[in-house]
């Protein structure tokens, strides 16, 4: 009887990646012609492409039948493209990898070792981060650093998306239908047998990063906000603090002027205090606006993404609400 080869999915979220495309798929068919001991699906996930990228994907396609490509309705972000492709791929493992190259697809044959020793989860370790700013490196240690310390989460630092999980990783993140996703993190809280892998991650092939640091600021909070409530908890500190600290200065005041009868002046002193409660009250107001509004978007229950054509046919977008 004739042995049935597992199915390797590689996952690969584009936007705007129309100079990089025939460079992965050289070395993505270099890599799966080698591993004849399985069969392989590319999963190209075109999110909202203004440039050439989905006709390159199509393409592709044309050349390579293993590949396929997911053309979302409109840009919705890197972490709403991995979750629509996650819910379209057919392997029993995924390698979910960006196009940009930088993490090398010349890992995947050791991921799939791995896999085949029982691991779950093989996610790739960055030991050097080449092409990056000195500051950029220096707040994403700061970030992970505090995350960790308000999370009972183990946050996995120096990591990405690129990683092997096996088909009972990926249904356990399909079960999960967050619209504000923060995928880093779902990855530690779904759990599971996890083994590191070390690399040097390269600079970009080509191309420019779409990522600028609004966008990270932007993921940096939606990471705070998925998986502690320790901004409010510091919220509320601070402001007991500040009611102390008011209380006893209040105090001083009224001891001060019946005692020695000093009459205290401080209009310059009243408005910087007045100024200092009213900035801590808004950054407090923002801070419960900030978790009000994930509560708000999620109480929609939208669904995460529409699909405009999964191949050569478009799509119905039916039950997406999964």
């Known amino acids: 009887m004739e042995n049935i080869k597992k199915l390797v999915t590689i996952l690969v979220p584009a936007y705007n990646e129309q100079d990089v495309l025939n460079l992965l798929y050289d070395r993505l068919v270099k890599i799966m012609n080698e591993q004849s001991m399985y069969d392989f699906e590319v999963l190209l996930v075109n999110d909202g492409s203004k440039d050439d990228t989905l006709k390159i994907m199509q393409d592709l396609r044309k050349k390579d039948s293993r590949f396929c490509y997911l053309n979302l309705s409109r840009n919705y972000g890197k972490e709403i493209a991995m979750i ?12 979910i990898i960006d196009a940009d190259l930088q993490d090398p697809p010349e890992l995947i044959p050791q991921m799939l070792k791995y896999w085949e020793d029982g691991y779950d989860d093989v996610y790739a370790k960055r030991k050097s981060r080449k092409g990056e ?36 990783c990926v249904e356990a993140l399909k079960s999960i239908r967050e619209s504000q996703r923060y995928t880093k993190g779902l990855f530690s809280f779904i759990g599971y047998n996890k083994k590191e892998i070390l690399y040097d991650r390269d600079p970009r092939a080509a191309g420019q990063t779409k990522w600028n640091y609004g966008k990270l600021v932007n993921l940096s909070i939606d990471g705070l906000t998925s ?45 910087v205090v007045i100024l200092f409660l009213g900035g801590i009250q808004l950054i407090f107001l923002g801070v419960i606006g900030e978790y009000l509004g994930r509560a708000f978007y999620e109480t929609k229950g939208r669904p995460l993404y529409f699909i405009d054509r999964y191949n050569e046919e478009k799509e119905t977008n039916k039950n997406l609400n999964k």
């Not at 629509?84 to 390698?95: E, H, T």
């Not at 707040?139 to 505090?146: C, D, H, I, L």
């Open 133 to 168: 700013t000195f500051m950029k490196k220096f707040t994403s240690k700061m970030y992970y650093k505090m995350l960790q310390s308000v999370t009972n989460i183990e946050i996995q630092k120096d990591t990405g998306d690129f990683r092997l999980l096996d088909r009972r």
């Open 84 to 95: 629509a492709g996650l819910d379209y791929i057919k392997g029993d493992c995924v390698v």
């Open 227 to 271: 998986f502690t409530t320790a901004p409010l908890r510091w919220s509320a500190l601070l402001g007991i603090l500040i009611s102390i600290a008011g209380f006893i200065y209040m105090l001083v005041i009224i001891f001060k002027t019946l005692f020695n009868g000093i009459d205290v002046p401080g209009y310059s002193s009243t408005m």
